[in-house]
């Protein structure tokens, strides 16, 4: 007997090669929300498209180690444990928020915690998922602040391997008094 093989159903190929990845970054800053809502707003406006957006969130690596003026003391494995515990819950209450912005504009959407350096895990995700593009929003830091406290946003621009939008956010307008 010899056994078939038959190439899968043309419709099957046209659906993943039509399918995107968005990738947005998401913290604790409005910034990344508005970029989200953005995003929803002007790129992701039919919800019968097959895009699906990875919300992904990257909390820095917890040193157990202390500085103080003296020697170098380690933290407790219950006190590591227990601030690893609240980042991933802090994780896990944003990326919902973020979640139902999604489900509300019926936009499929999935989530991802990483631990790391924000800048590096984001492009090392956004890589391995083989990633459309990716979305970051901007806070505004100025040429010296950036410079000094580095950017998520710029790093990315610079390092990722996918197209990049940095959504900035809107600009105050002058109050009267």
């Not at 820095?60 to 170098?72: D, E, N, Q």
């Not at 492009?123 to 950036?146: N, P, T, Y």
Request: a negative charge; proline letters at 7%.
């Amino acid at each position: 007997m010899e056994s078939e093989t038959s190439a899968p159903p043309a419709s099957v190929t046209t659906e993943e090669s039509e399918r995107k990845m968005i990738m947005v970054g998401m913290d604790e800053s409005e910034e990344s929300f508005y970029a989200l809502k953005w995003a929803l707003d002007h790129l992701l406006n039919n919800p019968s498209s097959s895009t699906i957006i990875i919300l992904i969130n990257v909390q820095p690596t917890f040193s157990p180690m202390v500085y103080p003026a003296g020697p170098v003391v380690y933290a407790a494995p219950t006190v590591v444990e227990a601030v690893k515990k609240a980042q991933h819950q802090n994780a896990t209450r944003l990326l919902s928020r973020a979640l139902h912005l999604c489900e509300q504009k019926m936009v499929k959407a999935e989530t991802l915690i990483l631990e790391g350096d924000p800048k590096d895990k984001i492009c090392q995700a956004a890589d391995e998922l083989h990633i459309d593009l990716l979305i970051v929003g901007s806070r505004g830091l100025g040429k010296i602040k950036r410079a000094f406290l580095g950017s998520v946003s710029d790093y990315c621009a610079h390092h990722v391997h996918c197209p990049i939008l940095i959504v900035k956010p809107p600009k105050e307008s002058p109050k009267s008094s």
